[in-house]
């Protein structure tokens, strides 16, 4: 257990070290001129020139009188914590950063300078050229703006000597300053580094969804165990978080000014901790852990209460609370779950690696927050909170194992149970034939229920198996594709990894779409709503989401009707019905195939319009074609390309076309294509 957490923090931090240099920075000058520009991104940390309630102009930086009232801070760090140094500091104010790098003689290749967010707002010169500004730069409340914009500058050097000067100004949050280092380096390694990381942390995106939508999923299938519940959430808020903080990618789709990214940052970090606790509490039961959580809980909805009511400069300072509560809680059930992997041993082992890959994210993370560096100088949470989600899976999937052996057990016994019964009834009919009676009642009862049991262990075998291999196979090719974009710079080769990153994540979209409504519909809770809806429409639509698809193995798509082709349904179902029957089409067609959609008229079909799927298809062996719609379960094929299916599609279709109050039938032949005829009730023409 010790070796396994030991390489995972050797893993991580081994990660981290390669990705990013340091440079010695003293008394304000970077000095490459002998060692030359390294291959590789460097950190700007160390000692800068720090001008403390000055906001120097590259003309006023070159005074003597500015020069001689510098003093050298490190970098990066919060100036409240230069006070020490600098008592005059406060929290709130204003002051200039400079440095100056030496470059060696005649060094003229492309650099940049990748620079990070302030606390709160900053304006940037290189070489005396003003080059970009995150909201006003003040010297004052009202002539500050607070903003968070980073910026990335590329630039060819003029000599052989840059300076930086940075303006800074803090008066709407608790500190002000410099927290994220810069980084500076020969523009494409840089790039790369930032794409990279980009690339990671918008895959991290995607996982951290998945995952959450996963234990979603469960939740409703198992609806008393709210532990997965608690999980979902809390996946669902470090996501959110993640978004509203760093390079802030909620930018990307939404505009917020600062004070809702700030408010948003808080919210989510203490409803992702909220949830969080609740769900380690349902993993390791305690005593006194329901009042210390309804405790933390209380003061974290105040928190959030806080947030929503006050300035950024008053509620900023609950981090100051919520930071050590986090690393309490998260400490103490990560010594629990290594306490419980010692004794138990099993499931308990991945769970305990989870956690201390959490930890370590947490801590790092937390560190970061405080401008101090632990392992990176990047968030890493994402990453190791998809390590520990992945944990969880492994030691969900392993409980599930040790359930089935029991429910397994159970089974025999009853069966064990019912012989015995039999026995009884044989040796007792002509002196107990009332209880032999009441004997017989019990036994058909216990064979309903032994009924009733096989079709849910079936039901929960063919989910965790679907789980088990069509979604972890998708899972596990983006973790191959993203580990050779990593390795692979070629920008075709890119292009090409990136659409096979598409596609795996569409089919694992598509697959937990399939089986939350099959979910419902094995327990009969899907929703009836009928209107007059347009088929083309419906059609034409399913078609501008397939036509990717069907382009990949350049499949051509076609559509007629004849009159009005209008019907009675629920158009939500009814979708998903054309969704699922052209996608299976597609699968099973070859390349340069045709797939042909038609619509017959209610007159011509005495009040049904008929749907018509067809195609050239490799067609449906007749031993499969008639199961696809009786109660046992059918093994997926693989396409004509090997594509990926869960059996679910057509038998989902034929429920949700009952539920519609048509029907569904299948025309094949081995070799010659398949057409789906799917006939829906028409309005009434009086």
Excluded at 3 to 17: H, P
Aim: hydrophobic share 45%.
């Amino acid at each position: 257990m010790k070796q396994r957490v030991l390489l995972l923090l050797l893993i991580v931090s081994g990660v981290s070290a390669g990705l990013y240099g340091q440079a010695e920075i003293k008394n304000g000058i970077l000095d490459f001129r002998y060692s030359g520009v390294p291959e590789k991104t460097i950190e700007l940390r160390g000692e800068w020139e720090f001008f403390w309630n000055l906001q120097l102009d590259p003309q006023m930086s070159l005074q003597e009188s500015t020069v001689s009232s510098a003093e050298f801070v490190d970098v990066p760090s919060y100036w409240t914590d230069y006070r020490a140094q600098i008592p005059e500091v406060t929290a709130h104010g204003y002051a200039t950063y400079r440095l100056r790098i030496l470059l060696p003689q005649s060094y003229r290749e492309k650099l940049m300078l990748a620079v990070p967010v302030f606390d709160s707002s900053f304006k940037l010169y290189v070489n005396g050229r003003y080059i970009h500004n995150s909201g006003i730069s003040g010297t004052s409340f009202e002539t500050t703006k607070p903003d968070y914009t980073p910026v990335n500058y590329s630039f060819y050097p003029q000599s052989d000597t840059i300076d930086v000067l940075i303006n800074v100004s803090n008066f709407h949050h608790r500190r002000g300053g410099f927290w994220l280092p810069m980084k500076f380096g020969r523009s494409e390694i840089v790039e790369k580094d930032l794409r990279q990381n980009s690339v990671f942390t918008l895959l991290s995106y995607g996982m951290l969804l998945a995952f959450s939508g996963f234990y979603f999923l469960f939740f409703l299938m198992f609806r008393n165990d709210r532990s997965m519940l608690y999980f979902s959430l809390s996946t669902l808020f470090l996501l959110l978080r993640s978004l509203f903080t760093g390079s802030f990618h909620i930018l990307t789709f939404i505009d917020l000014n600062w004070h809702w990214l700030i408010k948003m940052e808080y919210l989510s970090s203490f409803l992702a901790l909220l949830f969080a606790m609740w769900y380690f509490y349902y993993i390791y039961k305690d005593r006194y852990m329901p009042w210390i959580n309804t405790a933390v809980s209380v003061l974290l909805v105040s928190g959030c209460l806080a947030v929503l009511l006050f300035p950024v400069t008053i509620f900023s300072y609950s981090i100051i609370i919520f930071i050590p509560v986090v690393i309490l809680i998260v400490t103490y059930y990560a010594i629990r779950s290594l306490i419980a992997a010692i004794k138990e041993k099993g499931y308990a082992i991945a769970i305990a690696i989870g956690f201390s890959a959490l930890l370590l994210g947490v801590a790092n993370d937390t560190m970061r927050s405080t401008s101090t560096r632990l392992i990176s100088s990047e968030n890493i949470l994402n990453h190791t909170l998809v390590f520990f989600m992945i944990m969880q899976v492994v030691a969900l999937l392993y409980r599930w194992v040790l359930s089935v052996r029991k429910e397994k057990k159970l089974l025999e016994e009853i069966e064990f149970v019912n012989r015995n019964l039999e026995n009884i009834v044989i040796d007792r009919t002509s002196e107990l034939s009332n209880q032999k009676a009441e004997l017989v009642k019990q036994k058909k009862f216990a064979e309903q229920k032994n009924i009733e049991l096989e079709k849910n262990i079936a039901i929960k075998n063919r989910i965790f198996s679907i789980i088990a291999h069509d979604l972890k196979s998708p899972v596990l090719n983006l973790s191959l594709m993203i580990e050779h974009l990593r390795n692979n710079n070629d920008p075709g080769v890119q292009k090409t990894v990136i659409n096979s990153i598409s596609q795996q994540s569409g089919f694992a979209a598509n697959l937990i779409d399939n089986l939350l409504m099959w979910g419902e519909g094995q327990r009969n809770r899907i929703a009836y709503n009928p209107e007059r809806v347009n088929l083309t429409d419906l059609v034409l639509e399913n078609f501008n989401l397939m036509m990717e698809s069907a382009n990949r193995k350049q499949i051509s798509l076609t559509y007629s009707h004849k009159g009005d082709p209008t019907a009675i349904c629920d158009i939500d179902l009814v979708n998903i019905i054309i969704r699922n029957t052209l996608s299976n089409s597609i699968k099973f067609t070859k390349a340069n195939g045709t797939i042909s959609v038609s619509v017959e008229e209610p007159l011509i079909n005495d009040g049904m319009v008929y749907v018509r799927i067809k195609d050239n298809g490799i067609g449906i062996p007749e031993e499969k074609l008639s199961k696809i719609f009786s109660e046992e379960i059918v093994d997926s094929s693989p396409g004509t390309e090997n594509e990926k299916g869960t059996g679910l599609g057509l038998q989902l279709c034929n429920d949700l076309v009952r539920i519609n109050k048509g029907s569904i039938s299948i025309e094949s032949k081995e070799g010659r294509g398949t057409t789906i005829i799917i006939s829906l009730p028409a309005p009434s023409k009086h």
